[in-house]
């Protein structure tokens, strides 16, 4: 089983949708975790961090933590064109700084 | 906004060649990383770097690779024989301290021929 899955989709939805963005994962040992987008050719860039279980909120973009089923979302609202990108979760132990475990990436495209 | 610098954007190189990888962290960050990404496939850890020496490495970090911090500003990883599956993007990152949050390069395209 691999340590972090991703659906690499592609997922196209129109403008204004709901995109849902979702990684599992198998080790319980992760604690901190991110959503990284990633343009074409461009390095990942930080969109949200969590600690642990929990919801956390910043504009359109809304991240949930459920630890006991080991999963984690992304919730995009009001999706916009220039949302088109790769998005991708990443996860850490807590114990080995920045190093980080990414999952497969998910391709989004919301089209006008 | 502050962001983490590499250069170069794109390096071409024959197989055998070494290879420097440049790379300007954000100033007042103290912990430095550099990950790869082979063409469509996950973004991977290669190894971390704190107070002038590595903190920890990855399996692909073999003898092949070094990283150092020459002078207060640049970060560099070189390959010294590079090999055809050393072709990917280089991304360099870094923290201001544990667990605080990861800011990445644009990347080095690295192609062996």
């Known amino acids: 089983q691999k340590e972090v899955e991703q659906d690499p989709g592609p997922l196209s939805v129109p403008e204004g949708a709901i995109v849902s963005l979702n990684c599992t994962y198998s080790n319980s040992a992760f604690q901190y975790f991110m959503w990284y987008r990633q343009y074409s050719r461009k390095g990942p860039e930080l969109l949200m961090y969590t600690y642990s279980s929990g919801n956390k909120e910043d504009g359109r973009f809304t991240a949930q933590v459920d630890k006991s089923s080991k999963y984690i979302s992304l919730f995009i609202r009001d999706s916009q064109p220039s949302d088109s990108a790769t998005y991708l979760c990443?996860?850490?132990?807590?114990?080995?700084?920045?190093?980080?475990?990414f999952g497969q990436g998910t391709i989004l495209t919301v089209h006008p | 906004e502050p962001e983490v610098t590499q250069t170069p954007s794109h390096q071409v190189t024959q197989m055998g060649q070494e290879v420097i990888l440049r790379c300007v962290p954000i100033?007042?960050?103290?912990?430095f990383y550099w990950y790869r990404q082979i063409l469509g496939q996950k973004v991977e850890f290669l190894v971390s770097f704190y107070n002038n020496e590595i903190s920890e490495k990855s399996e692909i970090f073999d003898d092949q690779f070094s990283v150092e911090r020459p002078d207060g500003s640049n970060f560099t990883l070189k390959i010294r024989s590079t090999k055809l599956e050393d072709s990917a993007m280089y991304f360099c990152?870094?923290?201001?301290?544990?667990?605080?949050?990861?800011?990445f390069g644009s990347g080095t395209q690295l192609s062996v021929l």
């Open positions: 100033s007042n960050h103290l912990y």
């Open positions: 990443a996860m850490n132990k807590g114990t080995s700084y920045g190093k980080l475990t």
């Open positions: 990152a870094s923290t201001t301290g544990a667990n605080e949050k990861l800011f």
